[in-house]
């Protein structure tokens, strides 16, 4: 089955990435200098892509696309599945088709597979430290431009959920939208005029809960509270609409905030800071 996410072209992220390193459309690009002036046309590689640390895996299918968009007859074998924890020295892809071809793909192919798996580690991380089934870790917007879509998969690789996917999707009312309004509960009222049926709102102040909810939030985001302010909260709430913790959460403080009764735990982190995983590819001439 063809890999694919909703509002994710990724015959278009490969042919740009591709385009990006090989300088398509500058003087002298187009090309892979060192595979064209070194190997021979019609060489051929076998190859093995595999994990040099204990991982999470993200990313394996767009990294095949890379290598089928310059080699259409190559031979890809997968041998871990998206989401699958596996351990240092883990054989990830075995290819067998052109080597210029697979040369040249190397690299984009990497990144993309290293970062996503990254992504998809560091979340799996936050998921044990929380420990706690009845939170739902959460990733946030703070992804890198033309790759939110990918990384926001990766994270559920890890085993996070999605927050909202942009700016269209759900109202999210933050401190300078309350400044301009002149108030939480106006913000939100003016979100409810408007007819948009999801609105987030941020509140950093427990006296703020209650104009909120009677606007017509239909979530709080709880933002940089400890635990003890995170439970007043969620005591003042009661149940009536869900519960996100926000700000000044690592692995360290993620558990005993999660344990305060909130829905959702959201980690920017995830996206922003996560290291690229340890992921090489090794050739061998045919």
């Given at each position: 089955?063809?890999?694919?996410?909703?509002?994710?072209?990724?015959?278009?992220?490969?042919?740009?990435?591709?385009?990006?390193?090989?300088?398509?459309?500058?003087?002298?690009?187009?090309?892979?200098?060192?595979?064209?002036?070194?190997?021979?046309?019609?060489?051929?590689?076998?190859?093995?892509?595999?994990?040099?640390?204990?991982?999470?895996?993200?990313?394996?299918?767009?990294?095949?696309?890379?290598?089928?968009?310059?080699?259409?007859?190559?031979?890809?074998?997968?041998?871990?599945?998206?989401g699958?924890?596996?351990?240092?020295?883990?054989?990830?892809?075995?290819?067998?088709?052109?080597?210029?071809?697979?040369l040249?793909?190397?690299?984009?192919?990497?990144?993309?597979?290293?970062?996503?798996?990254g992504?998809?580690?560091?979340?799996?991380?936050?998921?044990?430290?929380?420990?706690?089934?009845?939170?739902?870790?959460?990733?946030?917007?703070?992804?890198?431009?033309?790759?939110?879509?990918?990384?926001?998969?990766?994270?559920?690789?890890?085993?996070?959920?999605?927050?909202?996917?942009?700016?269209?999707?759900?109202?999210?009312?933050?401190?300078?939208?309350?400044?301009?309004a002149?108030?939480?509960?106006?913000?939100?009222?003016?979100?409810?005029?408007?007819?948009?049926?999801?609105?987030?709102?941020?509140?950093?102040?427990?006296?703020?809960?209650?104009?909120?909810?009677?606007?017509?939030?239909?979530?709080?985001?709880?933002?940089?509270?400890?635990?003890?302010?995170?439970?007043?909260?969620?005591?003042?709430?009661?149940?009536?609409?869900?519960?996100?913790?926000?700000?000044?959460?690592?692995?360290?403080?993620?558990?005993?905030?999660?344990?305060?009764?909130?829905?959702?735990?959201?980690?920017?982190?995830?996206?922003?800071?996560?290291?690229?995983a340890d992921?090489?590819?090794?050739?061998?001439?045919?």
């Amino acid at each position: 089955m063809r890999f694919s996410l909703p509002g994710f072209d990724l015959d278009r992220f490969v042919r740009e990435t591709l385009a990006e390193d090989l300088g398509d459309g500058l003087p002298g690009g187009g090309r892979d200098v060192t595979s064209e002036s070194v190997i021979p046309a019609g060489a051929r590689f076998a190859g093995l892509m595999d994990s040099r640390d204990a991982i999470v895996v993200a990313g394996l299918p767009v990294a095949e696309a890379f290598f089928r968009a310059l080699d259409p007859t190559i031979e890809i074998e997968l041998l871990a599945v998206e989401g699958e924890g596996v351990a240092a020295g883990t054989d990830l892809m075995r290819l067998r088709g052109n080597a210029r071809a697979m040369l040249t793909a190397e690299r984009s192919a990497l990144n993309t597979v290293q970062h996503l798996s990254g992504i998809a580690t560091m979340t799996r991380e936050y998921v044990r430290a929380m420990d706690n089934p009845s939170c739902t870790l959460l990733d946030t917007r703070k992804t890198i431009p033309g790759l939110r879509v990918l990384e926001k998969y990766a994270t559920r690789m890890g085993g996070a959920a999605n927050h909202r996917m942009g700016l269209w999707d759900a109202a999210m009312i933050k401190d300078n939208h309350v400044l301009v309004a002149g108030s939480v509960g106006e913000a939100v009222r003016r979100a409810v005029d408007a007819g948009v049926r999801e609105i987030i709102c941020e509140v950093d102040r427990v006296d703020q809960i209650e104009p909120a909810l009677v606007a017509g939030a239909t979530r709080l985001l709880l933002d940089n509270m400890d635990p003890g302010t995170l439970r007043e909260a969620v005591g003042i709430v009661q149940g009536r609409v869900p519960t996100e913790a926000s700000g000044g959460i690592n692995l360290d403080t993620i558990k005993a905030k999660a344990a305060t009764g909130v829905n959702f735990v959201s980690v920017g982190r995830l996206t922003q800071s996560a290291p690229a995983a340890d992921i090489g590819l090794d050739f061998t001439p045919l």
